[in-house]
């Protein structure tokens, strides 16, 4: 039980056969995740990610490519061990997936309906989960009368009935607002602490990545295309895609639509330039705009600026407009760049005119 | 009331039997039929394309058996079924005798309609199920039937209540009952009084099942 990768999916292909044209929902993919990570998983609808997670305990079996769940391979289980393997692994929904015949209590102690306990230990271990996700007092009611947040909640201490040690959300906080969004995901980190579980999340905001992950795959057309810890492919993005995702989460995205929109690029002067700086860990809190002051003679022009940490490490976005020595700016940017500061001209450089 | 009924007041006796004809084909072939054709639902749903016990070969077989058996108009069934109504009840004629085509031409139509009840069970429910480790039976118990109770219990009443309807064509092959009065005396003898308390005592037994069918939905839903 010491393997270092808890879940261990190996060259998975998924293809659906859609008519005439068969489409492949995953691509190839390997992924390896380590025992009490959480990992997340973020891509736009019909990236793959869900039909990814689902392979894992076996929902979806691959067309090709082998599965690893602490240590054993589902695939060559037979369909009862196989049931067994899966109540070790949790699951919750975007859409929660309550069974609206039964009690709160009553779909916490179903995935107990088959374990050989009495009904009183039953009831009485789902009201301890019910408990722990904080709603110990609505066991008598019907998920009907609750709200999305409770509901998953109650998703979630039915997903924890089996004693799981890995936990996948699909999409869990998707159909949440941002506030309950919040508090689902502070739950799952608490759990994640004192239950030892692993988690496996996806999603496709990277607010909910930035919030809890530590380690993020980004897919597209069914391939992982970047991965790696939050806090690097946060601050340094190596595909367009990731950067759209982390542009958009730090409002920097609608930030620069908006300066374009308004800011009328060929009416800047000569000397002027639209940029776009990114700062990432210590360079975030150098002086930077009074470098450029003193040393290249350059004045900065804040239009927009933000400061982010993500798993302890600041990321600094600020958009500006500079006037000054054009030459002498690309000088002192080479120089930045090895300080963690990048920049990109948002204006077309001027050419001959 | 003996001037507004005359004929029926003096055919009291042969109203409750054929009032109690008529509750017995319906109460016995309700009960065949709710077997066969809760069988047959779940088997449709279960192995249907993406069903938790997918088998393709199985599913088409149960589709057009049901289909076929669907397309038969029941006034033909009751002819056309007599061979096996006699190897099964040992004659073709009777009250207990019209038990088989009743059967035979209910059961397909509830099947159908179990399948769309428990088609309409949350497919996510079902995958969360499947998630949890349940194994197919547990689903179909404690998640399909379950679920799909409020539902089965509604197409439970339209069976019944066309079911009752098919009784009174029954007396096609002589089994008796309300439809029999209705027509074979009140029709025949242009006695319009017994034609007319035949359906005004079908009327309540369709009202009764529908009172309390709904009601039991009503103890059984929760939203």
């Not at chain 1, 939050?230 to 409002?251: C, G, R, W, Y």
């Not at chain 1, 860990?281 to 239009?303: H, R, T």
């Not at chain 2, 069918?213 to 009503?218: H, T």
Request: glycine residues 6%; hydrophobic residues 45%.
């Amino acid at each position: 039980m010491t393997e270092q990768n808890i879940i261990d999916l190996k060259n998975i292909t998924v293809t659906f056969k859609n008519g005439a044209t068969p489409v492949k929902a995953v691509d190839n993919v390997s992924l390896a995740i380590p025992r009490g990570d959480i990992y997340g998983i973020i891509g736009y609808s019909g990236a793959g990610k869900s039909t990814l997670v689902r392979v894992i305990n076996l929902l979806q079996p691959p067309t090709s490519g082998t599965i690893t769940v602490n240590g054993q391979n589902l695939q060559q289980l037979p369909p009862k061990a196989l049931r067994q393997a899966r109540k070790k692994v949790g699951m919750i929904f975007q859409h929660f997936n309550l069974m609206k015949s039964r009690t709160v209590l009553g779909n916490v102690e179903y995935p107990l309906l088959s374990q050989k306990i009495t009904a009183a230990e039953r009831k009485q271990k789902a009201q301890k989960l019910l408990a722990l996700v904080g709603l110990a007092e609505y066991a008598a009611t019907y998920p009907s009368q609750l709200s999305g947040g409770q509901k998953q909640r109650v998703a979630i201490a039915r997903a924890l009935a089996n004693d799981p040690e890995v936990l996948i959300s699909d999409e869990a906080t998707s159909a949440l607002d941002p506030k309950t969004t919040k508090a689902i995901l502070e739950l799952l980190e608490k759990l994640h602490e004192t239950l030892d579980l692993t988690i496996v999340l996806i999603t496709h905001e990277m607010q909910v990545i930035k919030t809890i992950c530590h380690n993020v795959a980004v897919m597209d057309a069914g391939k992982i295309i970047e991965r790696g810890r939050v806090a690097s492919v946060f601050t340094d993005p190596q595909q367009p895609l990731t950067t759209d995702f982390v542009e958009t989460s730090t409002n920097v995205k609608a930030a620069i639509e908006r300066i374009t929109a308004t800011v009328k690029v060929d009416e800047l002067a000569a000397d002027q330039e639209l940029i776009y700086f990114n700062f990432i860990g210590n360079s975030a809190k150098q002086s930077i705009i009074s470098d450029l002051a003193q040393q290249y003679k350059i004045d900065v022009n804040i239009l927009f600026a933000n400061i982010d940490q993500i798993d302890g490490e600041n990321v600094g976005y600020m958009i500006a407009i500079i006037t000054g020595d054009l030459a002498g700016f690309d000088q002192a940017i080479t120089k930045l760049k090895d300080n963690g500061v990048k920049a990109r001209r948002l204006s077309q450089p001027k050419g001959a005119d | 009331m003996a001037a507004l009924i005359p004929n029926v007041i003096s055919m009291q006796s042969e109203f409750i039997q054929a009032t109690l004809e008529t509750l017995y084909m319906t109460f016995f072939s309700a009960i065949i039929s709710a077997i066969l054709g809760l069988l047959f639902g779940i088997l449709l749903v279960v192995t249907q394309p993406k069903g938790i016990l997918e088998d393709a070969l199985t599913y088409s077989v149960l589709d057009k058996v049901v289909n076929l058996l669907r397309s038969i108009p029941f006034i033909i069934l009751l002819a056309v079924i007599s061979p096996l109504t006699q190897f099964l009840i040992g004659t073709t004629v009777g009250t207990t005798a019209s038990l088989v085509p009743l059967v035979f031409g209910i059961f397909p139509f509830y099947a159908r309609q179990v399948q769309n009840a428990l088609l309409d069970v949350d497919h996510g429910v079902v995958e969360a199920a499947q998630s949890m480790g349940s194994s197919p039976s547990e689903i179909i118990f404690r998640v399909y039937l379950r679920e799909g109770l409020p539902d089965i219990i509604r197409v439970s009443i339209v069976t019944v209540i066309s079911l009752i309807g098919l009784t009174t064509m029954a007396g096609a092959i002589g089994s008796g009952g309300l439809g029999d009065i209705a027509i074979s005396i009140g029709y025949a003898r242009f006695e319009n009084d017994v034609t007319f308390v035949a359906m005004i005592i079908i009327l309540i037994l369709v009202f009764a099942v529908q009172l309390i069918g709904d009601w039991i939905v009503k103890k059984v839903e929760h939203y």
